[in-house]
């Protein structure tokens, strides 16, 4: 069970790490492909890399937790 929690972990700690290094660092997606500085609110696959972004980060949190209640 507990190597079964790690492999997870591992897993997520990969998707985490590539969908911080899809997003840019510099106003998002709209700026990477020639959009203005402007502020403006997240839209489109912009948006929904900040919600899985935000989604895989708590999995991964509770993943650790309980990871570390069964030890």
């Known amino acids: 069970m507990q190597t ?13 790490i590539s969908v911080i290094l899809v997003q840019s660092s ?11 500085g402007e502020f403006r609110t997240k839209r489109g696959a912009e948006r929904i890399l900040f919600r899985f972004t935000i989604l895989l980060a708590l999995l991964f949190f509770i993943i650790s937790v309980v990871n570390l209640l069964i030890r």
């Open 26 to 36: 510099k106003g998002g997606l709209g700026t990477a492909f020639g959009g203005g």
């Open 4 to 16: 079964a929690f790690l492999i997870i972990q591992i897993i997520l700690s990969i998707a985490l």
